[in-house]
């Protein structure tokens, strides 16, 4: 029992000191929780520190770039307008307690204050290397820090359309879509009732930690529900443009719904702002030429 209590301390210090928060009622499975996603950011910090660059001759290059590598900042100064290595968290529309009772500001704080921060700053560390490997011609080193370049950068960019995903709403009447947007879903799912079960299904049932997405199929011209592991982008995983956005990893819910993640994914069509997932499916749209 004393080792147990000195592991629950130690965890309880660890998430204090990343959150800033003191957090004396969280149990040990919360705090492991909580842990283990720091520890992802954690690794991928020391993944890049890990990683040699070195002086190479173009002959002597193995293999061309990876084709993502550049996509990956592509999506992101689409979105938030920043280039390559100057990357930083994006304010917030709303105060932290904004989403509540949906969401707890405690939440909010800890997972835009920390954990977003936390791919921030791995993404211009991994840059960094990035342009150190380019300028010395060692595509090797680029190509392996793909793998960093991905998840922070992902990160970044999926945390980043997740918070303008949504808007205040202390009511517990859902909101819905209106317009073109919502035409579009009727058009995919017969109602909007029956992309909302979809969407909470697939999001649910994501395999450890990951995103459930609405998005735009520019061929098709018409959306789709999908999911992604980890921080994988939605775009460069499967083609989609991305029109709403739900974390499911546990770090986003579970001071609140504990293991609950189908009552967190029933609570966050709570606050789905509509209006922002509508001007991106406009603008997804027009940027395809539909």
């Not at 029992?1 to 928060?21: F, T």
């Not at 799912?189 to 697939?202: D, I, K, L, M, Y």
Request: charged letters at 20%.
């Amino acid at each position: 029992m004393a080792n147990q209590d000195a592991y629950i301390a130690a965890l309880e210090s660890k998430l204090a000191e990343l959150s800033g928060i003191e957090v004396d009622q969280i149990r040990k499975n919360q705090l492991a929780n909580a842990a283990d996603e720091a520890r992802s950011i954690q690794q991928m910090a020391e993944y890049v520190a890990g990683i040699t660059v070195q002086q190479v001759a173009v002959a002597a290059q193995p293999s061309v770039l990876h084709p993502q590598i550049d996509l990956i900042f592509d999506h992101i100064k689409a979105e938030l307008g920043e280039n390559k290595g100057e990357h930083a968290l994006p304010p917030l529309q709303y105060d932290y307690k904004g989403l509540e009772p949906h969401i707890s500001g405690l939440i909010m704080e800890i997972h835009h204050t920390k954990h977003h921060q936390g791919y921030i700053n791995n993404l211009k560390a991994a840059a960094a290397k990035l342009d150190e490997a380019r300028a010395k011609n060692d595509i090797a080193a680029c190509n392996a820090l793909f793998p960093a370049l991905k998840f922070n950068g992902g990160g970044h960019l999926n945390h980043t359309i997740f918070w303008t995903n949504m808007a205040p709403n202390p009511t517990g009447t859902p909101t819905q879509p209106t317009g073109d947007l919502l035409a579009a879903i009727d058009a995919k799912f017969g109602s909007f009732q029956n992309f909302q079960s979809e969407f909470s299904t697939a999001s649910v049932g994501v395999k450890g930690s990951g995103w459930g997405w609405l998005g735009y199929c520019p061929v098709k011209d018409e959306v789709a529900v999908a999911t992604c592991q980890n921080q994988d982008p939605l775009q460069l995983t499967t083609g989609l443009v991305p029109l709403l956005g739900l974390d499911v990893w546990e770090h986003a819910f579970y001071l609140q719904y504990k293991n609950l993640r189908p009552d967190y994914v029933k609570a966050f069509f709570n606050v789905i702002n509509w209006d922002n997932v509508a001007a991106r499916y406009a603008k997804a749209r027009t940027d395809a030429g539909h």
